[in-house]
């Protein structure tokens, strides 16, 4: 059994706030503090340039991809760091519209995450007028899938209903179709159990600093199935990615496997941020997390709609169709977000009417949710969200 209380004293939280980012980004663990600092001042300070070596610098990327893949159900060796999540989207579409290429369509759907859409479009300009982003609305997915599809682009959990796609189900169906899958892990990663190997994935990719709890601008990994690892031409060919980057040839030979994608130099500081943030999972088991994570949304879901009724559920009801976050709609969704942040009750809100709750067992206890739900209430039934200082927008909502 997963010692959640253990987890619980990991992390450094400041007092008196109860974190239930949805998760855009996750907390910080107290080794992730100390190994930074020793990084800056042992490996960077002490060594310079011979901590590439020394501090094995250059083999962070593939050591901690590694750890990663243990989270998603991936063979060691199938899994890199590096990047943003976006620059990995493009990566991984390009490198799976190339496998299938007498077809010209990437299908994706409405509730997918807007960059993945935009790097889809950007691609397809890139590529010429032959080729088409289309997207439909996600229960419409799996019917939309035919043998037009060379890609299937799917993030698993919407990033604002917390809705979960079957992952094993649309990849059986896009594959008989003959169409691969790219799938975004974002919402995944960290937040429920992931089985990239079992359910016959061919890419995925996602952040590390939501769930995983890397710190802001943390990397981003991919994922390419073993079957294909040795067949993708990287479209970011990139220097790291290729066989033997010492050698600077001029010619772009890709490395081995997952190594060729690899684009530039890696970001050594975050990556030691994630290297001592991952041992926060060495004790966890998915199984127990997912468990405590359904019975924390339930309980937040029952305990909101019996005392806010103006709040309505985006999330669906149903276990298997949901991630580990809650949403609910309101008109006035960015003001009382606001409120409740000034109450010590951190979540998010997403365009337009969204107040969305992400529950991590790793840190949050059931008093904490029963605290969060009690307050989120208050603040409804006094009308306390109605000042004007919570209705000013921030840059970053
Ligand atoms: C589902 C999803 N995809 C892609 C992105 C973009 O990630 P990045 O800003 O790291 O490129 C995000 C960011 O929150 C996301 O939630």
């Known amino acids: 059994m997963t ?3 253990h987890t619980r004293t990991m992390f450094d939280l400041p007092e008196g706030v109860i974190y239930l980012d949805g998760n855009s980004l996750g907390p910080l663990p107290r080794a992730a503090k100390d190994r930074v600092a020793r990084a800056i001042a042992d490996e960077w300070g002490q060594m310079l340039i011979t901590g590439w070596n020394k501090a094995g610098w250059m083999d962070l990327p593939a050591r901690v991809g590694d750890r990663v893949g243990r989270l998603i159900g991936a063979q060691p060796g199938t899994v890199v760091m590096g990047d ?10 390009a ?5 299938r290429p007498e077809r010209r369509v990437i299908l994706s759907d409405t509730g997918n995450f807007p960059s993945d859409l935009y790097m889809a479009d950007g691609l397809c300009r890139t590529l010429g007028p032959d080729y088409a982003l289309k997207t439909v609305a996600p229960e419409a997915v799996e019917d939309a899938i035919d043998d037009h599809v060379a890609v299937l682009m799917i993030t698993e959990v919407d990033y ?5 796609h079957d992952m094993a189900r ?3 169906k896009a594959h008989a179709a003959g169409a691969l899958v790219v799938w975004d892990l974002a919402h995944s990663a960290g937040a429920i159990p992931v089985d990239l190997a079992g359910a016959n994935a061919d890419f995925a990719v996602g952040c590390s600093y939501k769930y995983l709890n890397s710190g802001p601008g943390g990397p981003a990994f991919i994922y390419v199935a073993p079957r294909l690892a040795d067949k993708v031409r990287p479209a970011l060919s990139g220097w790291l990615g290729h066989e033997a980057p010492f050698a600077f040839d001029l010619d772009y030979r890709p490395g081995a496997g997952i190594e060729r994608m690899r684009v530039g130099t890696p970001p050594v500081l975050q990556l030691a941020a994630l290297d001592a943030a991952l041992d926060v999972w060495d004790g966890v088991e998915m199984s127990d997390l997912r468990a405590r994570s359904l019975e924390l949304q339930d309980m937040f879901i029952e305990r909101v709609e019996a005392a806010c009724p103006d709040l309505t559920l985006a999330t669906p009801r149903d276990h298997k169709s949901r991630g580990s976050q809650v949403s609910f709609r309101h008109a006035q969704g960015y003001a009382i977000m606001q409120a409740l942040i000034a109450e010590g009750v951190i ?8 107040l969305r709750f992400g529950f991590t067992p790793l840190y949050l206890s059931r008093e904490d949710v029963a605290q969060a739900a009690d307050i989120l209430c208050d603040i409804m039934t006094s009308g306390r969200w109605d000042r004007p200082e919570f209705h000013t927008r921030a840059k970053v909502t």
């Open 3 to 5: 010692d959640f209380a």
């Open 84 to 93: 943003t999540l976006s620059i990995k989207v493009y990566q991984a579409l």
């Open 95 to 99: 490198s799976a519209l190339e496998l």
């Open 160 to 164: 604002r209903t917390g809705r979960k």
């Open 170 to 172: 649309l990849i059986a």
């Open 347 to 354: 979540g998010d809100f997403r365009a337009p009417d969204i």
